[in-house]
């Protein structure tokens, strides 16, 4: 259990916790106070038969005869048989026929609570017993020594419901007031939750805000205990653009450092024999497609983990299929949009277009008549994503065929203009954002193209 709890959310391990220590001092407390009101019942019965008991040695220690008659004792339920209330005055060892006692006792007798005990003869003792009629009975025994005229045992009974009912009758108005102080207890628990978990649900959705793009720091005061996290986050997220900053002037640079080369090379071939010029063109322009592969590939990486970096999927791909099909006119193609107008891509709009375009670029060149474009919001472990389906009629590939098509520049088929790169660069791209390219079979007939990215709907 305190696994499961451990994983749980912080309000939920506060509240969780606060029930059952709640629950568990209130159960501790109403034992207690059960216990003690049941010995103050106890003791203020007690002190009622201890008077009966007292009238009793009153009347037996008053001049005359000890073994006459005591008479009624001032209370009618002595006189009512078996009404539960009973006395008996006996010397030690009496004979049944010795033995004096209430019209209520009815011929029968007060159990002894003396035997087999130690207690010396004098003594006040109090306990349980079985009336006659099997009910339970708080008796009280008390020794009278007479002198030359002996001794006598006094006896005196009640009903031991009468301590129950009213323990009982304690018990549900105790077992009430708990219940309504513990309801009390946790939804004031709850408010306090609510009231000292808000800074960080602020916090939480200070972070929402720079990951939508809606904000590039944490704003906003927070408590002292906060407050540190609050800054060390903004620093981290300082950092964060100052390293994606440099990594993007590296790149430029590099880019720049390298294009400028292989353009003198391309441009000095020109001057050399055919076969060599021939050679070197193919080679420059391959390690010019290696270096731009390359250099994309850096720069998303960079990217990849920018906070904050929104784009619109519907206008970039609405923008793409219109460019595609005017490239493509010959054919006459049919796009068919079917996009979400708030659908946001959370990554840079250069590498949503990169992915998309080289897609939406390879179905137009096999598709026969018609490409359909649609998105599928997929919602896992809490990170939205998106599913961009591109479809063509064309004449598709076989299932083996498809995983060698992703791999960096492997073309299966030559008479197609292009490096190779391209779908093994949407997938690097997709892969840098934690998503995935997958090739299946479309229900038009040709090829299928699943991209899977990160985002939501605005």
Known sequence: MLTRLSSRPIAVRLAVSSVFWSFAILLVAGLILQTLYRDNTERAFDQRLLVYANTLASNLVAPGDPDRDLGPI???????????????????????????SSKSLFGGQIPSLAAGSDNRFGQIRRGYGKAPDERNLRIIERDIDLGEDGRYIIRVAGPADEIDAGVRDFLFALTVTFALLGLALGFSTLLQIRFGLRPLANLRSALGAI????????????????????????????????????????????????????????????????????????????????????????????????????????????????????????????????IPRDLRFRGERQD???????????????????????????????????????????????????AEVLKRGRRLDETKPGSGLGLSIVSDLAALYRGSLKLEAAPLGGLRAVLELPGDRG
């Open 74 to 100: 001032g209370d009618p339920r002595f006189e009512l048989p078996l009404s539960g209330w009973y006395w008996q005055v006996a010397r030690p060892n009496a004979k049944p026929g010795e033995i004096r």
């Open 211 to 338: 990951r939508r793009g809606e904000s590039e720091r944490i704003v906003g005061e927070y408590p002292r205990d906060i407050s540190p996290l609050a800054s060390e986050l903004n620093l981290l997220l300082d950092t964060n653009r100052e390293i994606l900053e440099r990594a993007r002037t590296q790149v430029g640079n590099l880019a720049h450092a390298l294009k400028t080369p292989l353009s003198i090379i391309m441009n000095e071939a020109e001057n050399a024999p055919e076969e060599v010029a021939a050679r070197v063109r193919e080679q420059a322009t391959l390690m010019r497609d290696q270096v731009n592969y390359y250099l994309d590939r850096a720069r998303a990486a960079a990217l990849a983990g920018t906070l904050g970096t929104l784009t619109d999927v519907e206008p970039v791909i609405a923008g793409l299929a219109r460019t595609f099909a005017k490239i493509y006119r010959d054919k006459e193609l049919a796009v068919e949009l079917a």
């Open 352 to 402: 949503l277009e990169e992915m998309a375009g080289n897609l939406i670029d390879n179905a137009a060149k096999w598709a026969a008549r018609k490409i359909e474009i649609s998105v599928e919001i997929v919602r896992e472990d809490d990170r939205p994503r998106f599913r961009l389906i591109i479809d063509d009629d064309g004449p598709g590939l076989p299932e083996a065929a498809r």
